[in-house]
């Protein structure tokens, strides 16, 4: 079970989601978990929701045998940010979604997820979505990046169907346990049907034995926040060792474009095979089979949205509609949704009809906890819950309310659009009774 704990702009860390709320909400998901977990990326029906309050930096701890899965980590408040850190063996991040920019640290320290697996044994990170990527800061300077690969990291890392765009501070950094000087780890780290775009000083940057990339897109246009030390817009950066490259699509260009696959650095080098790379390279590349027309468009499979990767779909070929970020019931501005339902002002379903239940947790007497949700459909109490607050406003669209030690269950269509909770509540989603 992860632990989520929690670090204020000092990084100072207290605990704010505590093993009581995780395990009822557990409980009420754990058939999907169990689907997921045996079937790999395939769809969930439920997904948890953690919220950054404004100006908090949330540190969310993974560990040894432990699995975080399904959950949409909403930092989109201002000057919110969220950051996973997992160590020790055989642990597992999948089906985790990012949405909003994270702002970073003035020193370049902060990254989104900082993975570390210990010797002779795995670590996963699959189906995430780091697509908002940072904001700029200073004007166009930005400070935080996706991926960094702690120095210690001995074992094996595998980041696999993930979506990261527009960090200044490398989009995945692995080259940190291959530096002779200091690193300990020397694990290899595979990045495997990846899309990864925009992200200054390197795209995917490798530098241990035994890592590769392969059936991955790096895409540059120019676009997002530059390194205080750039723009250098690399794609591909090989440090330390020899790592091949196969069946990958790499196009760099645009302002502050550095070049595609850079490699021979510190002794390293990188072997480009039967992939497309168009931008030119540089150092020690060798290339088999490599032509100059790649295709950057991103790659099916990989999540669009934060939404599409907690409820563990991607980009087509999974039955969720890839333009809303995979919600079956999404119906736009008031047409007629998938589910059947009409989400127009003129909808007049019972509530039992509506599809899709989100769920509040929390408060206490002493501490009641306010929460706000608003769907692109109809939301309504659901039938046969406990009553809610007297205080609880129920629109059409919108539900503005407050917990006390118990929960709040509402049944809804379309998506979520916003959620804002206290601290003290959490949010359930499901998809399926």
């Known amino acids: 079970m992860a632990r989520d704990e929690t670090a204020s702009k000092a990084r100072s860390e207290t605990s704010l989601l505590g093993r009581r709320s995780y395990l009822r909400l557990t409980g009420a998901a754990v058939a999907s978990a169990a689907g997921v977990a045996a079937s790999g990326t395939a769809a969930a029906a439920n997904y948890r929701i953690v919220t950054v309050s404004a100006g908090e930096t949330k540190t969310i701890q993974v560990g040894s045998g432990e699995t975080f899965e399904n959950v949409l980590i909403d930092q989109s408040a201002d000057g919110a940010q969220a950051k996973l850190v997992a160590t020790g063996s055989d642990w597992t991040i999948r089906n985790v979604g990012f949405r909003g920019k994270a702002v970073g640290f003035g020193d370049g320290s902060f990254y989104q997820i900082m993975p570390n697996v210990d010797a002779d044994s795995t670590g996963v990170i699959e189906n995430v979505y780091l697509g908002d990527g940072c904001e700029k800061v200073d004007g166009e300077t930005g400070y935080a990046g996706g991926i960094w690969v702690q120095d210690e990291h001995a074992g094996t890392l595998t980041v696999r169907n993930c979506n990261l765009q527009r960090f200044s501070n490398n989009g995945i950094y692995a080259s940190g346990p291959g530096v002779p000087e200091h690193a300990t780890g020397n694990g290899p780290v595979q990045v495997e049907g990846c899309y990864v775009a925009d992200c200054d000083i390197a795209n995917v940057r490798l530098g241990t034995s035994g890592s590769f990339m392969k059936n991955s897109v790096i895409e540059v246009t120019g676009e997002g926040p530059q390194n205080r030390n ?36 510190h002794g390293g080098s990188v072997a480009v095979k039967n992939s497309d790379v168009q931008g030119g390279t540089t150092g020690s590349v060798t290339t088999t089979s490599v032509g100059s027309n790649p295709d950057t468009s991103v790659p099916a499979g990989i999540p669009n949205d934060a939404q599409q990767a907690a409820k563990g779909g991607g980009k087509s070929g999974n039955g969720s509609n890839a333009g809303d970020g995979g919600d079956s019931g999404n119906s736009g501005d008031g047409g007629k949704s998938n589910d059947g339902e009409n989400s127009g002002d003129g909808g007049k379903k019972h509530p039992a009809n509506l599809p899709k239940t989100v769920t509040v947790f929390g408060g206490r007497p002493d501490a009641p906890a306010s929460y706000s949700i608003s769907v692109t459909g109809r939301i309504a109490p659901k039938a046969g819950a406990a009553p809610v607050e007297t205080s609880d406003e129920v629109r059409r669209r919108t539900i503005d309310g407050v917990v006390v030690g118990a929960s709040d269950c509402y049944r809804f269509a379309g998506r979520i659009e916003k959620i804002d909770v206290d601290d003290g509540a959490t949010v359930f989603v499901s998809e399926s009774d």
């Open 230 to 265: 750039g723009p250098n817009r690399r794609g591909f950066w090989g440090w330390y060792a020899d790592i091949p490259i196969t069946n990958s699509d790499i196009s760099v260009g645009g302002s502050g474009a550095g070049y595609a696959v850079n490699g021979g650095f």
